[in-house]
């Protein structure tokens, strides 16, 4: 899309967002890839479908937007705005979102794999079956995020506060889960083979019919934790965990 047009896209969306006339943007399936859009104001602006790879989104506003299917592999989504953004089915993989506002986004079916998420705030962020293979999530705020189904297999989410987290039946295998917060967690079904969880806060989790087998838990708290039906088998420092 040429750079006028886009220019005229935003000044129009801005009077809207202003309710002073203007038009919502509407950026469906267009084609942004590379583009410099740093800083931008597309608060609930239409993009779904849109091409976004590799563009410069650093800081950008896109709080409520819908982008259900946008292409942003490799984006740079550096500090953006996310909060309420539509991102069903989205393609974020190893898009940079390091420190974004995810707070309350619908991330359902998006792939996320070797995305950077570090720092991120997901909290109550919808990540029902999205793929999050060897992303990082370290340090990420996770609060009562949805993840049911997810696939986190290599992920690192050393530190990230997963606090009532919903993660029943998720793919956590060799996970890096060292020191993270996942009180009161939701780990039922959960495939944790050989996930580090070393140092993990564990208290009042549910691991019903969870499968531990060869995962490290030492120095673990699980006091409280429901862990009926659990496979423990061969897992490390369960006996140094509290």
Same mark, same amino acid.
């Given at each position: 899309?040429? +750079?006028?047009?886009?220019?005229?896209? *935003?000044?129009?969306?801005?009077? @809207?967002?202003?309710?002073?006339?203007? &038009?919502?943007?509407d950026l469906r399936q267009a084609d942004l890839s590379g583009a410099d859009l740093r800083g931008v104001a597309l608060s609930k602006a239409d993009l779904s479908?849109?091409?976004?790879?590799? &563009?410069?989104?650093?800081?950008?506003?896109?709080?409520?937007?819908?982008?259900?299917?946008?292409?942003?592999?490799?984006?740079?989504?550096?500090? $953006? #705005? =996310?909060? @309420?953004?539509?991102? +069903?089915?989205?393609? *974020?993989?190893?898009?940079?979102?390091?420190? $974004?506002?995810?707070?309350? $986004?619908?991330?359902?079916?998006a792939d996320l794999r070797g995305a950077i998420l570090r720092e991120a705030d997901l909290t109550q962020a919808d990540l029902t079956q999205a793929d999050l293979? !060897?992303?990082?999530?370290?340090?990420?705020?996770?609060?009562?995020?949805?993840?049911?189904?997810?696939?986190?297999?290599?992920?690192?989410?050393?530190?990230?506060?997963?606090?009532?987290?919903?993660?029943?039946?998720?793919?956590?295998?060799?996970?890096?889960?060292?020191? &993270?917060?996942?009180?009161?967690?939701?780990?039922?079904?959960?495939?944790?083979?050989? $996930? #580090?969880?070393?140092?993990?806060?564990?208290?009042?989790?549910?691991?019903?019919?969870?499968?531990? +087998?060869?995962?490290?838990?030492?120095?673990?708290?699980?006091?409280? &934790?429901?862990?009926?039906?659990?496979?423990? +088998? !061969?897992?490390?420092? =369960?006996? #140094?965990?509290?």
């Amino acid at each position: 899309m040429e +750079t006028e047009v886009i220019g005229e896209v *935003l000044r129009r969306h801005a009077l @809207w967002l202003k309710e002073e006339s203007g &038009a919502r943007a509407d950026l469906r399936q267009a084609d942004l890839s590379g583009a410099d859009l740093r800083g931008v104001a597309l608060s609930k602006a239409d993009l779904s479908g849109a091409d976004l790879s590799k &563009a410069d989104l650093r800081k950008a506003d896109l709080s409520g937007a819908n982008l259900s299917e946008a292409d942003l592999r490799q984006a740079d989504l550096f500090e $953006a #705005d =996310l909060r @309420w953004a539509d991102l +069903t089915q989205a393609d *974020l993989r190893e898009a940079d979102l390091l420190g $974004a506002d995810l707070t309350g $986004a619908d991330l359902r079916q998006a792939d996320l794999r070797g995305a950077i998420l570090r720092e991120a705030d997901l909290t109550q962020a919808d990540l029902t079956q999205a793929d999050l293979r !060897q992303a990082n999530l370290v340090e990420a705020n996770l609060f009562e995020a949805k993840l049911s189904a997810a696939a986190l297999s290599g992920a690192a989410l050393s530190g990230a506060n997963l606090s009532r987290a919903d993660l029943s039946g998720a793919d956590l295998r060799k996970a890096d889960l060292r020191k &993270a917060a996942l009180s009161k967690a939701d780990l039922s079904g959960a495939d944790l083979r050989e $996930a #580090d969880l070393s140092g993990a806060d564990l208290s009042g989790a549910d691991l019903s019919e969870a499968d531990l +087998t060869q995962a490290d838990l030492t120095g673990a708290d699980l006091s409280g &934790a429901d862990l009926s039906e659990a496979d423990f +088998t !061969q897992a490390v420092g =369960l006996l #140094d965990s509290t």
